[in-house]
């Protein structure tokens, strides 16, 4: 099920990403956010932590660098991919911090 609520977390980023020409909703980040938790405690497992932060890391990281440059190839197109790789970045946000917070409990529980 975890799979799942990653693929319909994607297509709503993108699909509020490429809406956000025109509009935005704070009900959207919400549900990323929501579905971002339930991922993160459902999907990621210890032996994948490592992998998914490093992953997480690149893109919260690419959500913060702004794509608005592009506008002046093609119209809008920058505001679009800003938009869907913010949203991505709001769903994988919560997922980190709950794989973080398992992570390093893992660690300080191991003898």
């Known amino acids: 099920m975890g799979e799942w609520l990653y693929l319909v977390a994607i297509v709503i980023a993108v699909l509020a990403g490429l809406a956000a020409y025109s509009w935005?909703?704070?009900?959207?980040?919400?549900l990323l956010v929501v579905l971002g938790?339930?991922?993160g405690?459902?999907?990621?497992?210890?032996?994948?932590?490592?992998e998914f932060l490093i992953a997480s890391i690149a893109l919260i990281v690419a959500g913060t660098v702004g794509f608005i440059a592009l506008n002046t190839a093609v119209s809008g197109l920058g505001t679009i991919l800003d938009a869907i790789v913010k949203n991505i970045a709001i769903f994988v946000a919560p997922a980190a911090i709950i794989t973080a917070v398992k992570a390093v409990h893992a660690l300080a529980s191991s003898k």
Not at 24 to 30: F, G, K, R
Not at 41 to 50: F, L, P
């Open 24 to 30: 935005t909703n704070m009900w959207v980040n919400v």
């Open 41 to 50: 405690i459902m999907n990621v497992s210890e032996k994948e932590a490592k």
């Open 37 to 39: 938790i339930v991922v």
